[in-house]
């Protein structure tokens, strides 16, 4: 099993800047990709950002980047020039050996 914990999220200004971490522990062995996703009160859920293990990447807006620091087993997704529809609540995923394991998720709200 692994473990997966969201931090970092909060009220932003439109315009501004926000990291998410995620820390990661259990049996963390090949990963094949790592996603961040979201979803907003009322619609579903979707993906804004992946890192892949061949290093492609994708974003949906281009302005969410997704990184991993490999010795602190954590996963990040910086958010650039945030918009009041970036609200949402955002999750972090894992994918290896077939299996994709989820955190609980963290609330971002951009709001003046």
């Known amino acids: 099993q692994v473990q997966l914990v969201e931090s970092g999220g909060g009220l932003v200004q439109p315009g501004g800047s926000l990291r998410l971490s995620c820390a990661a522990s259990g049996d963390i062995g090949i990963i094949t990709q790592l996603t961040w996703s979201r979803q907003a009160p009322g619609k579903e859920r979707e993906v804004v950002a992946t890192l892949s293990s061949d290093g492609t990447t994708y974003d949906m807006n281009g302005r969410f980047t997704v990184s991993i620091d490999n010795a602190e087993n954590t996963i990040s997704l910086q958010m650039n020039n945030l918009e009041p529809e970036d609200t949402a609540v955002y999750y972090c995923?894992?994918?290896?050996?077939?299996?994709?394991?989820w955190g609980q998720g963290t609330q971002v709200t951009v709001s003046s």
């Open positions: 995923g894992l994918q290896q050996g077939g299996f994709s394991y």
